[in-house]
């Protein structure tokens, strides 16, 4: 037996967890907008000089023959994504900045309702899903880059629906 099947079974009881029947995804769409409240409030007021310059990137948009400034090495299609949402967010006159700061936002809290309903779904336990992913939600440092204007939730995000994609996989190929 697996350290997370051994783990789940003893700690879960007939009195604490039940098992649901058929995970509705309305729970984790609810966590989702409870996060993306949550970070919104409490969006960082500290920039740093990277997230400052991708600011800018976004509000400048491309420039033809300068792929180079939205395809970085270290953070490829940030830029790009944070001009889009510059964009798309300009009708509440966001900076730059913090149009950054708001799709990271909504990556992170897009992060903890798509892990529920991972969780949810592969554990049969709406417990279980909500802990673990409030624990990510809540841990520091991925709260910290929610709240921020770096690009590591939107990794994040992408890994997890990558993991997603391949744990579906590997059941049905």
């Given amino acids: 037996m697996g350290t997370i099947e051994s783990l ?3 700690t879960r009881s007939k009195a604490s967890v ?3 029947k058929a995970p509705h995804p309305l729970a984790s ?3 989702a907008f409870a ?3 949550l970070y919104l409030a409490t969006l960082d007021r500290r920039a740093n000089f990277d997230a400052l ?3 800018a990137y976004s509000e400048t948009g491309p420039i033809p023959g300068m792929p180079e400034r939205f395809f970085t090495w270290n953070h490829f299609l940030f830029n ?6 510059f964009k798309l967010l300009s009708p509440l ?5 913090e149009s950054l700061q708001t799709l990271n936002a909504a990556a992170a809290a897009a992060t903890v309702g798509v892990l529920h309903r991972f969780l949810h779904v592969e554990t049969k ?8 992913a409030g624990i990510l939600g809540v841990s520091h440092i991925f709260w910290r880059q929610g709240v921020g204007a770096e690009a590591y939730t939107l990794g994040g995000f992408f890994l997890l629906l990558c993991a997603r994609s391949a744990a579906r996989y590997a059941v049905e190929p």
């Fill in 8 to 10: 789940m079974k003893a």
């Fill in 18 to 20: 039940q098992p649901s």
């Fill in 29 to 31: 769409w609810a966590l």
């Fill in 35 to 37: 996060f993306l409240g």
């Fill in 53 to 55: 310059i991708s600011g």
């Fill in 80 to 85: 790009l994504c944070g001009w889009a949402a």
């Fill in 93 to 97: 006159h966001l900076s730059g900045y």
């Fill in 125 to 132: 336990s709406a417990a279980w899903a909500a802990g673990w």
